[in-house]
């Protein structure tokens, strides 16, 4: 979603139900506000902020923080390598507030 000032939203929420020693049904997502920093060559970076929440039987937590991502062509795919740094706000998950990598791809 475009907003104001070149900023973009984005947002997913899923849930499903984990089998094993440990059965339980989960719910989690994320929703973060970026904006173009710089490109270079096909790598689009970008920076903002984020907020991730996930809950399970027995655990769950809300975060917020900051989030620098980087945007690149895989073939004929678009990948994304994000850096976030999250601030445990809500909820009893270990850890508590830290760096967190992701890398994503779309098909």
């Known amino acids: 979603m475009e907003l ?4 973009k939203a984005e947002a997913y929420a899923q849930g499903g139900y984990v089998w ?3 059965s339980s049904a989960f719910v989690d997502g994320q929703a973060r506000v970026e904006r173009p920093l710089v490109t270079i060559g096909k790598y689009d970076v ?3 902020a984020g907020m991730w929440g996930g809950a399970q039987k027995g655990a ?3 975060d917020v923080g900051p989030t620098a991502s980087v945007y690149m062509p895989v073939g004929k ?3 994304r390598l994000s850096v976030d740094w999250r601030f ?3 909820g009893d998950a270990e850890p508590s507030d830290g760096p967190a990598v992701t890398v ?3 098909f």
Not at 4 to 7: A, D, H, I, R, T
């Open 46 to 48: 970008n920076a903002g």
């Open 77 to 79: 795919l678009g990948s």
């Open 4 to 7: 104001p000032l070149g900023f």
């Open 88 to 90: 445990r706000v809500a």
């Open 60 to 62: 769950a937590r809300l």
């Open 104 to 106: 994503s791809t779309g």
């Open 20 to 22: 094993g020693d440990y």
